[in-house]
């Protein structure tokens, strides 16, 4: 169990949400950063936090989804700070809508980033971790990467994919015995701007669905998130719930198995809005 000081820490979507609360927290305990997003913006934010700490910070505009500029930057984090111990994937959208209504289009965007970027991130820093002989891959699926409700498909899709991807990776690491620890994360509603960023199938209205989940859902700061994120990391945890929602519903579809989606399907259908 080793701490975060002079660790080099690679996080993505690191412009909002818990991407930018993980950001910090790691530059409080004394990590350098690496820091990417698609919005500038709110990655300036989080880089004038990483200043303001004192906490070295290499700040890019990243989307990824591109794999070749992905694996460059991979080399651009080595070579900036001479080695990379971690890697948070951690940037994800979200979509909502049935699938009679969901185009494929909408799909493959969802797998695309929430997939496929962690696939990415994962093997363009695979190779530096190993070679950093610390290493630490933490990949950010969802409460929804184990329990599935109706009108998430893709995301769902995308998040159980992670949670397999990871799952999968952590037992290579472990009997090839490479220096890599690997950690999947489950948040359940943490209180972000993703149901905001949120789109839609045709006929649906997102912010209404973005203003339940901000009401209703999302129970957890990304602060606190953050925090329990990093002790599982410290504690190179296999898997980290997020959330005492994320925890009970774990535990309701352990003890149910399949039998969660008959319990669900109502009751989930009732409560988010339908495109019908
Ligand atoms: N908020 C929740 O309730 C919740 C629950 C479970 C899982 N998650 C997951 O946590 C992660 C972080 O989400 P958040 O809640 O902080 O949301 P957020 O919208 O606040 O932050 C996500 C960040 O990812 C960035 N991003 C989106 N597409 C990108 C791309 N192609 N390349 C690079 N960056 C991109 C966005 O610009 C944004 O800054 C996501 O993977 C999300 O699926 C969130």
Known sequence: MQGFAGKVAVVTG??????QALAVELGRRGAKLAISDVDTEGLAVTEAKLKAIGAPVKTDRLNVTEREAFLLYADEVKAHFGKVN?????????????????????????????????VNGTKAFLPHLIESGDGHIIN??????????????????????????????????IAKKRPV???????????????????????????????????????????????IILEAVRKKKARVLVGPDAKVLDVIVRVTGSGYQRLFSSAMAKALPNAH
């Open 14 to 19: 690191a412009g909002s949400g818990i991407g």
């Open 86 to 118: 971690q890697i948070y994937n951690n940037a994800g959208i979200a979509f909502t809508g049935d699938v009679e209504v969901t185009q494929f289009k909408d799909i493959e965007r969802v797998m695309d980033v929430d997939f496929w970027g962690v």
């Open 140 to 173: 950010v699926s969802s409460l929804f990467g184990i329990f599935a409700v109706p009108g998430q498909s893709a995301y769902n899709a995308a998040k159980f994919a992670v949670r397999g991807f990871t799952e999968s990776l952590r037992q290579e690491m």
């Open 181 to 227: 620890a690997v950690t999947a994360v489950h948040p359940g509603g943490i209180k972000t701007a993703i149901a905001r960023n949120m789109t839609a199938a045709e006929g649906l209205d997102a912010g209404e669905i973005a203003q339940m989940f901000d009401k209703k859902l999302a129970n957890t700061t990304p602060e606190r998130a953050a925090k």
